[in-house]
């Protein structure tokens, strides 16, 4: 029997979850399923361009895992460009990242950034550099430790709290 697969970490949802070659009807198409974690796979590492070991930090996996995702993201696409397939985005063990909530005391401008990404040293609005967590956001931690392979429930004997699964 196959050990489950930990959660993986993602960002967000993409916007589109679906693609589809111009001029051929749908009903004429085959479909390659993209799951969100190699989606968020191919987005760090061929879209941010970070290195595999980042990449995978980010996703709270390993490496080598990191670099099996990829491999299989990258195989899904080529497909689907070399014959002609639909992309779907969908499915996938995911966990979507707690982002942390800042607000500018001088313009008032709020926006959120993702945890492990340091205090921002401006305000994006006004460049101003008095800024504070955001009362909404206050005491609010990653939840279910936080570590690499936090929610990996038969690693570690506990999920995280935060955990969205899809399948």
């Known amino acids: 029997m196959a050990r489950p697969k930990c959660a993986r970490l993602v960002d967000g949802l993409p916007g589109t979850t679906y693609f589809k070659p111009r001029g051929i009807p749908l009903v004429d198409l085959e479909e390659v399923v993209l799951s969100v974690d190699e989606f968020e796979a191919l987005?760090?590492?061929?879209?941010?361009?970070?290195?595999h070991e980042n990449a995978a930090a980010?996703?709270?996996?390993?490496?080598?895992?990191?670099?099996?995702?990829?491999?299989?993201?990258?195989?899904?696409?080529?497909?689907?460009?070399?014959?002609?397939?639909?992309?779907?985005?969908?499915?996938?063990?995911?966990?979507?990242?707690?982002?942390?909530?800042?607000?500018c005391s001088a313009c008032e401008h709020t926006w959120e950034i993702?945890?492990?990404?340091?205090?921002?040293?401006?305000?994006?609005?006004?460049?101003?550099?008095?800024?504070?967590?955001?009362?909404?956001?206050?005491?609010?931690?990653?939840?279910?430790?936080?570590?690499r392979g936090a929610g990996c429930r038969h690693r570690h004997g506990q999920a995280a709290t935060s955990t969205k699964e899809t399948t």
């Open 43 to 51: 987005r760090l590492a061929d879209f941010d361009g970070l290195y």
């Open 58 to 103: 980010r996703m709270f996996i390993s490496r080598a895992t990191f670099g099996r995702i990829l491999e299989s993201a990258h195989k899904k696409v080529a497909d689907s460009l070399i014959n002609g397939k639909a992309i779907k985005v969908e499915g996938g063990v995911i966990k979507m990242a707690q982002k942390r909530v800042f607000q």
């Open 114 to 147: 993702p945890f492990g990404t340091g205090r921002p040293e401006a305000c994006p609005q006004c460049s101003s550099n008095n800024l504070h967590r955001a009362d909404s956001d206050r005491g609010h931690g990653r939840g279910g430790g936080g570590g």
